[in-house]
């Protein structure tokens, strides 16, 4: 069974009297530890199919399936309509349950350190893969994570003592500390210079092997595309050759 799986997935805007179809018809799944890039031009429509599967961005047609849960099926969300506060909620728990963010502009609290930054989705509130870690447990899971993106002697320091890289490790470490097991990342390395580029790359590839855990690209970088295990294109809302 897909991890992700969309079928038939439409998402039309309503820009004045014109409609523009920014994802028409997109069938598509990816397996447990892929590290998949979706690709295209700006404008191809891969910004918004990557926030459709984040469920932070709502389609008008198709359905959505994260993990083998229907999403829209099993919440009974009509999605022509505006999401109701419940509903929004229901989503809003999907998302810590499944799901990890990497953004492009870091996304970052300023008054947090290293160490808190990265712990903080654990302390709004666990996912179902954290329940049963007792307190040092997870101490210990947070201290691996800034063990392993390379930030022991920087814990303490608050974003604005931190290189771009370095702030992007941090929110790579901060998506995978609710142990979620499909990260999503948005142009990760449009804000970076290519030294800080390729070593965030690196790192997330060195983490989809070691920890399994599915990455998905949303880009138009060619070297996240030369490094992906499969490349997704997608051009004027529709899947290309």
Known sequence: MALVELKNISKI???????VRAVDDVSLSIEKGE?????GPSGSGKSTLLNIIGLTDLPNSGSVILDGTDIYKDINL???????????????????QKLGFVFQTFNLIPVLNVYENIKLPLEI???????????????????????????????????????????????????????CPIILADEPTANLDSTNG??????????NKTLQTTFIFSTHDSKIVQMASRVIKIRDGKLAD
Do not use: C
């Open 13 to 19: 805007y309503q820009m004045d009297k014109v409609q």
């Open 35 to 39: 590290f998949v890039a979706i690709s």
């Open 78 to 96: 009509d999605t022509s309509k505006t999401i109701p506060l419940k509903i929004d909620s229901k989503l809003t728990d999907l998302r810590r």
């Open 125 to 179: 509130g666990p996912s179902p893969a954290t329940t049963t870690m007792n307190k040092k447990e997870l101490e210990e899971w947070t201290d691996f994570l800034v063990e392993t993106v390379g930030l022991t002697e920087w814990k303490k320091h608050k974003p604005s003592e931190l290189s771009g890289g370095q702030r992007q490790r941090v929110a790579v470490a901060r998506a995978l500390i609710t142990k």
């Open 198 to 207: 390729d070593q965030i790359l690196e790192l997330m590839q060195k983490l």
